[in-house]
Structure formats: structure tokens, C-alpha cells
């Protein structure tokens, strides 16, 4: 992996765990579903805009569309969508905590369902990420937090799975950007679909709010994406799902500077194990160690 790669990781996941703490605020002050249907809107109408200028064009290759449709749907309706609503209740650093685990329940789905061989390490970061998983669960539980919204998270959290195994169709092929906005066009379209008769558009407009929304918009829901392709494109699937192990680090962290959410032991000693488990898991797959 070459340096340009390591800088694109790093810059993916510091920008994927940000979003957390931008939502948190969103939703403080805004309908869940409807925010979220119009940053997709926003943010795939300059992607496609923007793929248009560079010559990219929406005629994808029949796996492409299919990643495309799979990619909207399961990662920007389900695990976003539900993520967004599960934030009017916990916080976001727990919301980042279960997310991260997205590498682990590949893994898990590959040994159980496609018969994947594990080596021996990655079956030990296997259960120590599961482990530190229920670590902070069980913490937060008995603490009083909201089950329906670890819930909510876990359901969108298998949704990012499945959306995750089908993401290398879509950045084959070239249309990078255009595959981008049109998958958030899919969102967009889900996400108001089932807005409309559950939402009413109440905002409490404040330089904060506009600022997360602009930010969440644009970094997160643009960039970020845009970048995780190319990185995939760039070293394949595997070598950059390593970077995710920095997710569950940085979205605690992030969560805790700008929000201020207090952070126990018990949280970050399931954050380090979450973490070490989820990069040997992803160096097992490399063949690394």
C-alpha cells in the first residue's frame, strides 16, 4: 500500500466517523428522514454534476447499476436512515461504535455464510471485536441507554454490511463520481418516500445547524464516498476496509470533543479492543500475520 493510499484511509475514516457527530446535531433540531432525503439530493446532484464535467457518464455496465441500486438502498436508506433516527435518542459516539463493527460482521458473514477460511488471528480479532462489542453494550444498557436505538443501529449496521460486499461491482468500471450521486439519488428517493407520511418539515435553523447540514453534506455524505472508491479502486476492498479499525477511535473521539459525550473506561477499553480486533481481522485477510 503506498503512501497515497495510507493518506486517503486515514482521511476516509477521520471523514466517515466525523459524520456521526454532525448528524447528532442535525437531528437535534431537524426530522431525521427529511434531512437526510435532502443532503442525499444535494449531494448527488453535484456529484452527478461534477461527474458530468469531468466526462463521466450515467451508462454504467449491468453489475455496476446493480451495485449502484444495492449501494443506495442498503447504505444511504437503511443504515444512514436508521442511524439518523436512532440519534434522537443515544449518542453518537455509541451510534460510531456499532457502525464500526461493519468489518467484523463481513468477516462473520464470510466464515458463516460463503464458507471463507479465517486464519487463526482473524478468528481471534473476530471475537475480541465482538467481545469489546458487548463490552460497551452491556456498560450502556444497564446505564439506561435507549434499546430501540442500539437496535435501530445493529439492523443498519448489517444493512453497511451487505452493501459493503456489494461495493466491488460498483468501483469497476470507471464513473466513479456518477456511481457516487446516483446511489444517493436511490437514498434520496427511499428516504422521502417514507419521510412524507411519518414527517413534517420543523427545523430550528442556527448557524450550528447550518454548518452541520453543510458539512454532513458536503464531507461526509460527498467526499467521503468519493475517496472510499477510489481507495477501493486504488487497493482493493480488503486492504482499505483496514482503515476502518481507526472508525470506532475516531468517532468516540470526535464525538466527545465537539459534543462533549462523556467517555468511561469501560467505553474506551472496548474501543481499543474493537479496534485491535477489527485490523487483525482485516491483516488476516491480507495474509500479513
Known amino acids: 500500500m503506498d503512501f497515497r493510499a495510507i493518506l486517503m484511509g ?12 454532525s448528524a447528532r446535531i442535525i437531528v437535534a433540531d431537524a426530522p431525521p428522514l427529511l434531512s437526510l432525503s435532502l443532503r442525499f439530493l444535494i449531494s448527488g446532484l453535484l456529484g452527478i454534476l461534477i461527474a458530468r464535467m469531468l466526462g463521466q457518464t450515467w451508462k ?7 451495485a449502484t441500486w444495492i449501494f443506495g438502498i442498503c447504505q444511504n436508506a437503511l443504515y444512514l436512515g436508521l442511524n439518523f433516527v436512532a440519534m434522537q435518542w443515544i449518542e453518537a459516539s455509541l451510534a460510531a461504535i456499532i457502525a464500526s463493527t461493519m468489518p467484523l460482521l463481513v468477516a462473520l ?14 478468528m481471534i480479532g473476530l471475537v475480541a471485536g465482538i467481545a469489546g462489542v458487548v463490552l460497551i453494550m452491556g456498560s450502556r444498557i444497564s446505564g439506561g441507554v435507549d434499546v430501540l436505538g442500539v437496535v435501530f443501529c445493529l439492523i443498519g449496521a448489517m444493512a453497511l454490511t451487505f452493501a459493503t460486499l456489494s461495493v466491488k461491482g460498483a468501483a469497476s468500471g ?22 412524507v407520511p411519518l414527517e413534517t418539515w420543523d427545523v430550528t435553523l442556527s448557524p450550528t445547524w447550518i454548518a452541520a447540514f453543510v458539512y454532513t453534506t458536503l464531507v461526509p455524505g460527498l467526499l467521503a464516498t468519493w475517496v472510499w472508491f477510489m481507495l477501493v479502486g ?10 476502518h479499525f481507526l472508525n470506532p477511535v475516531f468517532g468516540v473521539g470526535i464525538a466527545a470533543v465537539l459534543l462533549g459525550e462523556s467517555i468511561g473506561m469501560t467505553d474506551l477499553i472496548g474501543v481499543l479492543i474493537i479496534a485491535g480486533g477489527i485490523l487483525a481481522v482485516q491483516l488476516a485477510k491480507q495474509k500479513i500475520i
Do not use: E, H, Y
Not at 179 to 193: D, E, H, K, R, T
Open 10 to 21: 486515514l482521511a476516509f475514516a477521520l471523514m466517515w466517523s466525523s459524520a456521526f457527530t
Open 60 to 66: 454504467l455496465t449491468r453489475a455496476q447499476w446493480r
Open 109 to 122: 458473514v464470510g466464515w458463516l455464510v460463503f464458507k471463507d477460511r479465517v486464519p487463526l488471528i482473524g
Open 174 to 195: 470507471g464513473n466513479v463520481l456518477m456511481i457516487v450521486g446516483l446511489q444517493m439519488l436511490i437514498g434520496s428517493a427511499c428516504l422521502f418516500a417514507v419521510a
Open 234 to 243: 486504488r487497493v482493493g476492498a480488503v486492504k482499505a476496509s483496514t482503515f
